[in-house]
């Protein structure tokens, strides 16, 4: 949900605040803009509506004209007020002070009100606008001193926000602030910057600080002061990131979705390694307190949204039919809200690629309020999100920077954690014998290569993909752990290509679903060699007698027979176990998604009304 970016230097800050906003344009692209403090100490400003090169192209005409040493920037995912350029951040008030805001003032309709009343004029629909006129009345209130003016106006705000604001009053400062939405400082040489994430400011340093809750950064070229909720003075430590700005650039590839996907088997590799020994998962991989922490735990709640709440779901399966630990599952939005009962002896389990999703961190911080003897981790792939601060313990997936809004590698990352997490868990609680153990070790070893296997089918599946060109629906079925391998194929198809399409366990194919089936509705089901196979080649039968065009992705033991007119068979793996079997089968569905997708000829990394980060309800 949105993206900011901003700094103090020596140096012009134009082009470092566009080469940061294309950074993070994956987090909000319907419109963006950028304000600065010029040579005459004067706020200037472009927005523009669209991506960021609309708002590049608007610069350049502009230039030289448009260059400051002190400035903000933001790439804007619309909530409050629809994508437009009056709607468009930085705001500014009276020629004073702009602002950018990354989150929601959910009192911003008694601001505005009261604001009015005291004679401010709004020039949009944004909550945002009220941040703007709160500071300037601040301002005005503490003669100008930018500092005091904001530790002051985000008193009055209730709701998540991240702000980077500059002034006219203090030509030479930035000032930001974060509650509830991430934020983190960049330490150059001579030079100060700001971002929603490190990788908008990889190609200016690789050395940042990442604010805590209710922090205030104050920047300047030759200074950086940082202070906490109450207005202390404080130290945060600064941490050196292992990215390189290479890692975010496309490369070879046409997308970042594209680019991501072929990136899996070493994610994967990555997310392993330092956490096998020849037999065993290393219970020490997540964290010190780890063996004592499962010894006593009785039951497994996983919260979680999207496609995190997808790799959960597979996950129960693993926990309850391979070490018989009770795992219940839910949506993060869902759990916050309905006043649950968590049993004591609970391990709550919080996944999130970014670790800073709105409804997973608040149900988090609901669950530690109402819950005795609840132990919590995260799995997560940002190592200073929020998530990973406020968790007793923190595994990380090293899926590596993720930009496409459709997840891959960090779904299939958390995959491999949550497989590593229950032989852990079965280990410390005798539930897995080390003859199973080994076993599942060793399936885990051969992910990789069965990853980099399953991608080899890409022309194929690019084949089957034409078959979509003109459908607006689709079924996909699955049973036990993939049937939510299948809701998340369906979930990346709607993401990305536009098409409607649902998920159904095969067996309830007679509930209902039968009825949609067609010769316009293509079925994509998932055949491993299991247990249930031959009652999901029954379910098949039941849609080949109706027409409907079947597309079967199959463990090539598993023996599907592709005849028949609109009856395609893709060998998508062998040999894939109870594990592997969830984790493999996921990449063609992703290919599939992605081939669709261009043949729509939609926006495959950014698609509408999307943001990769929801870091807002």
Partial sequence: MCGIVGGVAERNLTPILLEGLRRLEYRGYDSSGIALINEQQQLSR????????????????????????????????????????????????????????????????????????????????TDTEVVAHCLDAQLQMHGGDLLKAVQSAVSHFEGAYALGVIATDQPDLLVATRSGSPLVVGVGIGEYFIASDVAALLPVTQQFIFLE????AVLRRDALNLYDRDGLPVERPVVTSSLSSHAVELGEHRHYMHKEIFEQPQAVIDTLQGRLSQSSVLVSAFGHQAEAIFAGIEQVQIIACGTSYHSGLVARYWFEDIIGLPCAVEVASEFRYRHPVVRPNTLLVTISQSGETADTLAALREAKKIASNLATLTICNAPESSLTRESQLVFLTHAGPEIGVASTKAFTTQLVSLALLMTAMGRVQNRLSPEREKVIVKGLKKLPGLIQDALQHEPLIKQVAQSFADKTSALFLGRGTLYPIAMEGALKLKEISYIHAEAYPAGELKHGPLALIDEQIPVVAIAPKDELLEKLKANLQEVKARGGQMIVFEDERSGISSDGEGFTVIKATNNVGRITAPITFNIPLQLLSYHVALIKGTDVDQPRNLAKSVTVE
């Fill in 46 to 125: 472009v927005r523009s509506i669209g991506k960021i090169v609309q708002l590049q192209h608007k610069i350049e005409q502009t230039a030289p004209l448009f260059q400051g040493n002190v400035g903000i920037a933001h790439t804007r995912w619309a909530t409050h007020g629809v994508p437009a350029e009056h709607n468009a951040h930085p705001h500014i008030c009276n020629q004073r002070v702009a602002v950018v805001h990354n989150g929601i003032i959910e009192n911003y309709a008694s601001l505005k009100t009261a604001q009015i009343a005291q004679g401010y004029k709004f020039t949009s629909q």
């Fill in 213 to 216: 809750e209710g922090d205030v």
